[in-house]
């Protein structure tokens, strides 16, 4: 089968390659891919920024349809609409995999990066990863369940957004209009904050119900949500924050930057983070999408078969709509 492939190490390095059709290990599943979501991840394993094990297929958003067992599963697997959790493999025995907390497991492998991913007709996982999705949700707009799960990991373990809170997110786009409506969802008064290039994303926000802003004035808040990566996003977070604020960095920013990170000495500003997504994180994402507390449809802007990944990579780096993704039948 082909998958987009990264083949070697650095910048660039990505093609559509003949892959190894996968075979369902015992208690792992083998999907039909329906879709494959393209992540700033992406981006950073397309440009040398983010860890890859080459060659491997790239793409960890993943919806699908249950295609085969492996030994141990049980049948009623058969044909049911999935997504995934991207870990592949932990150690299992560590203190962060013994407390559920896989995604810091020095040793873990996620699809996409460390083994085969999702950018290809066929997908292999463990069973363990499954999450049933509803039958009203489109399969295609599924993908965006597991950048929710990382937001959830981020924002709701334990929540920094306290009922009735000003709350500030940094970057619209599909984490941070996710991180939008998870923090509304908690109780806080959303402002979307982008740049005159997000003109598609603000949009959308508003679409949303959200207040935005793209240059002037940005509001000060009790909770800021950084999920744009860039130096000038952290630095405006950071400024904006009132003092004893709260600050949670979603956003990667891919290399180093610098940032004025006195101010959270001189706000005592509280600065909190989330590494991907956690079991107990997933369970949270999948019971907000059920009571349609966080809107997955919206958010999708283009479905693109595999032969056109280099102008849905294109058109995600320019910010030209929200999500795109990748259907490789």
Same mark, same amino acid.
């Given at each position: 089968? /082909?998958?987009?492939?990264?083949?070697?190490?650095?910048? #660039?390095?990505?093609?559509?390659?003949? /892959?190894?059709?996968?075979?369902?290990?015992?208690?792992?599943?083998?999907?039909?891919?329906?879709?494959?979501?393209?992540?700033?991840?992406?981006?950073?394993?397309?440009? #040398?920024?983010?860890?890859?094990?080459?060659?491997?297929?790239? #793409?960890?958003?993943?919806s699908g349809v249950?295609?085969?067992?492996?030994?141990?599963?049980?049948?009623?697997?058969?044909?049911?609409?999935?997504?995934?959790?991207?870990?592949?493999?932990?150690?299992?025995?560590?203190?962060?995999?013994?407390?559920?907390?896989?995604?810091?497991?020095?040793?873990?492998?996620?699809?996409?990066?460390?083994?085969?991913?999702?950018?290809?007709? /066929?997908?292999q996982v463990p069973?363990?990863? %499954?999450?049933?999705?509803?039958?009203?949700?489109?399969?295609?707009?599924?993908?965006? &369940?597991?950048? %929710?799960?990382?937001?959830?990991?981020?924002?709701?373990?334990?929540?920094?957004?306290?009922? #009735?809170?000003?709350? *500030?997110?940094?970057?619209?786009?599909?984490?941070?209009? %996710?991180?939008?409506?998870?923090?509304?969802?908690?109780?806080?008064?959303?402002?979307?904050?982008?740049?005159?290039?997000?003109?598609?994303?603000?949009?959308?926000?508003?679409?949303?119900?959200?207040?935005?802003?793209?240059?002037?004035?940005?509001?000060?808040?009790?909770?800021?949500?950084? &999920?744009?990566?860039?130096?000038?996003?952290?630095?405006?977070?950071?400024?904006?924050?009132?003092?004893?604020? /709260?600050?949670?960095?979603?956003?990667?920013?891919?290399?180093?930057?610098?940032?004025?990170?006195?101010?959270?000495?001189?706000?005592? *500003?509280?600065?909190?983070?989330?590494n991907a997504s956690?079991?107990?994180?997933?369970?949270?994402?999948?019971?907000?999408?059920?009571?349609?507390?966080?809107? *997955?449809?919206?958010?999708?802007?283009?479905?693109?078969? %595999?032969?056109?990944?280099?102008?849905?990579?294109?058109?995600?780096?320019?910010?030209?709509?929200?999500?795109?993704?990748?259907?490789?039948?």
């Amino acid at each position: 089968m /082909r998958g987009l492939t990264k083949l070697e190490a650095g910048v #660039g390095h990505v093609a559509l390659a003949d /892959r190894p059709e996968p075979s369902p290990a015992p208690a792992h599943v083998v999907l039909d891919v329906v879709g494959a979501g393209i992540c700033g991840t992406d981006l950073h394993i397309l440009d #040398g920024e983010f860890a890859a094990l080459p060659p491997v297929t790239m #793409g960890h958003e993943v919806s699908g349809v249950v295609r085969e067992l492996g030994v141990g599963v049980d049948p009623g697997w058969i044909g049911a609409r999935v997504v995934s959790e991207t870990y592949f493999s932990t150690c299992g025995a560590c203190e962060w995999c013994d407390s559920g907390r896989t995604n810091l497991c020095p040793e873990r492998r996620s699809i996409g990066s460390g083994i085969d991913g999702a950018f290809a007709p /066929r997908l292999q996982v463990p069973v363990q990863n %499954l999450h049933r999705i509803p039958d009203w949700l489109d399969g295609h707009a599924a993908v965006l &369940c597991e950048p %929710l799960a990382c937001v959830c990991n981020s924002l709701l373990d334990p929540s920094p957004v306290v009922d #009735g809170d000003e709350v *500030l997110v940094i970057g619209p786009g599909p984490v941070g209009l %996710l991180a939008a409506q998870v923090g509304r969802a908690a109780g806080g008064h959303v402002h979307v904050r982008g740049t005159p290039r997000d003109k598609a994303r603000l949009a959308k926000a508003r679409e949303l119900g959200f207040q935005t802003s793209d240059e002037g004035d940005c509001p000060e808040a009790d909770v800021v949500v950084e &999920c744009s990566g860039s130096e000038r996003g952290i630095a405006l977070g950071l400024e904006r924050a009132r003092r004893r604020g /709260r600050y949670v960095q979603i956003g990667l920013a891919g290399k180093p930057v610098t940032v004025p990170l006195d101010l959270v000495c001189f706000r005592e *500003l509280s600065v909190t983070s989330g590494n991907a997504s956690t079991p107990r994180s997933w369970g949270t994402a999948l019971e907000l999408v059920e009571a349609r507390a966080v809107l *997955l449809e919206p958010l999708l802007s283009e479905v693109v078969p %595999l032969a056109g990944w280099e102008r849905a990579f294109a058109a995600t780096r320019a910010a030209e709509g929200v999500k795109f993704v990748l259907d490789p039948r």
